[in-house]
């Protein structure tokens, strides 16, 4: 089974190409378990920061910073991307939580709008009545700057 998954990721490296994202920023909301909302900003060719604020609207909030990698699959503007990061919580039944969060998702860009499914699973490293959570969302983001597109050719004048 293993060596399944393994070749399932070669086969998709190699199949991609070399250009992940079809913008530079967007902005959206997440939701399923949690809501929030999420901005991500390429940095570099395959590279993003995404911010990402959520609550369980009970009693624990959490902003995350995440470096994420971008990695074409299959078709065109269709990604898969892992990062990691840091996030610091406010928690109103226990000591306010901080630590190292990580993700992995897939996305896919329409027009203007990305939506991804991802899994952020988060590990505090102090305080939280948790030292562990799970969280897996869906996100909705507008594109609010898209990626510029090289010119082949220059204009003559």
């Known amino acids: 089974m293993k060596s399944f ?5 070669i086969f998709l490296f190699f199949c991609s190409k070399i250009h992940a ?3 530079t920023t967007t902005l959206g909301v ?7 909302f999420t901005i991500q900003q390429k940095v570099y060719k395959t590279i993003t920061i995404e911010g990402i604020l959520e609550s369980d609207t009970k009693d624990y909030t959490a902003l995350s910073i995440l470096g994420e990698f971008h990695q074409p699959i299959l078709i065109k503007r269709l990604n898969f991307y ?6 610091k919580g406010w928690e109103t039944l ?8 990580a993700i992995a998702g897939i996305e896919v860009t329409l027009r203007h709008l990305s939506f991804s499914w991802d899994y952020k699973p988060s590990f505090h490293l102090a305080g939280g009545s948790q030292k562990f959570i799970n969280n897996t969302a869906i996100s909705m983001r507008f594109i609010v700057i898209k990626q510029k597109r090289p ?6 004048r």
């Open 5 to 9: 998954f393994i070749n399932i990721l």
């Open 21 to 23: 994202q079809a913008y």
């Open 30 to 36: 997440r939701a399923l378990g949690d809501f929030g």
């Open 82 to 87: 892992t990062g990691i990061g840091a996030h």
């Open 94 to 101: 226990a000591e306010d939580p901080w630590g190292i969060s």
């Open 151 to 156: 010119r082949l050719f220059k204009k003559r």
